[in-house]
């Protein structure tokens, strides 16, 4: 282990003499990258540092025990010994788990679109239920959330909602909630009180940075309108919407959140170059799945994740086959307990893949 944090340790030192060269300062891409990777280094030296203390006061009582005649000098270094022995193994953990290859994309902000898919009104209430989830949990982590567009439900929540988030590691975090999202429970439309099932698919897409994507603007369309409300009842005379299209994929994106037309463009392009970046990323992913045992979805819009199910309190992750009968909770934007399971796990394989003993 010390070996391999003495390489971590040059490597830090590289980078720290490189994030202040003029010449890297001026290129704004390469800045941004290393200090990215100045920030994930100091994490581990701030880990290493603790694990070198903790192995040379296990050393010291060592030392101790085996020259001291003091029977309490000797207690004190027993005592000394025992705890630091204790905190190793979770110390020694904790940073094989830093020293797995870091996602690039894990820093970055994201763009989330929640889609009510099967079950008609139910579902559209239900893709309001998991907006309503996650922004209430990004706002207890103080991330930024930013509504983008909504396309209103005719009996609540949403056809369809995109929302952005900033923050630290948010794509980390919240990567593993792309897929299908069902619930199960009596919908307040159904008179019998029978229990139907309902889906919404969920997109957490990393916000492409403008050098992650450039978009040449001679390929998009754009298309300005004016803001509607639900039911498609105009709410703003002005043609502050905006709707952009990109020709050679296909690909639209609009926002009407903004009452004007420039920030409504802004936010549409950054959705856009999202979207794009998201194709690319996608075929990594696919990639990437063939060589290891991925629980990111974000290439698989069908893949079915997780179900709420009210009559018995409970929500099922089918990935890792976790059950927690704490769905109030959960759905009120406690997700930390199945985002940390999911985390753990796919460190876990991760660090099987690298070949290391858990």
Request: proline share 3%.
């Amino acid at each position: 282990m010390l070996e391999k944090l003495e390489i971590v340790q040059q490597r830090f030192n590289e980078v720290s003499d490189l994030i202040i060269q003029p010449d890297i300062i001026a290129d704004q891409k390469r800045y941004v990258t290393l200090n990215k990777e100045y920030k994930d280094l100091s994490k581990i030296m701030s880990k290493a540092e603790d694990y070198r203390t903790l192995i040379a006061n296990m050393e010291e009582a060592e030392m101790m025990i085996k020259n001291e005649s003091d029977a309490e000098i000797i207690e004190m270094a027993k005592m000394q010994l025992e705890e630091a022995k204790a905190g190793f193994p979770s110390l020694e953990e904790e940073i094989k788990f830093l020293l797995i290859p870091k996602d690039p994309e894990d820093s970055k902000n994201i763009v989330v679109e929640v889609r009510a898919g099967t079950g008609g009104d139910e579902a559209s209430i239900f893709a309001g239920d998991l907006y309503r989830m996650y922004t209430k949990y990004c706002q207890d982590q103080g991330w930024s959330v930013s509504l983008v567009d909504a396309n209103e439900g005719t009996a609540g929540g949403f056809k369809e909602v995109i929302f952005e988030v900033s923050g630290e590691e948010v794509y980390g975090t919240m990567k593993y909630e792309s897929g299908v999202h069902r619930v199960q429970r009596v919908p307040q439309t159904e008179t019998q009180g029978r229990v139907h099932t309902s889906a919404a698919t969920v997109m957490v897409l990393p916000e492409a940075e403008e050098f992650d994507v450039e978009i040449n603007m001679n390929d998009v369309r754009i298309d300005y309108f004016c803001s509607s409300g639900p039911g498609g009842q105009s709410v703003n005379t002005t043609y502050s919407a905006v709707r952009l299209t990109h020709e050679p994929t296909g690909i639209v994106a609009q926002c009407q959140d903004q009452k004007s037309q420039h920030k409504n463009k802004d936010k549409a392009l950054r959705v856009l170059r999202s979207r794009l970046y998201e194709l690319e990323l996608s075929k990594k992913l696919e990639q990437d799945a063939e060589k290891r045992n991925s629980l990111v979805s974000s290439g698989d819009r069908s893949a079915k994740i997780r179900t709420y199910n009210y009559p018995q309190g409970r929500v099922t992750d089918h990935r890792i086959g976790l059950t927690l009968y704490d769905l109030q909770n959960i759905i009120n934007g406690d997700i930390q307990k199945l985002i940390d399971e999911l985390k753990l796990y796919q460190n876990t394989q991760q660090l099987k893949e690298a070949g290391e003993i858990i």
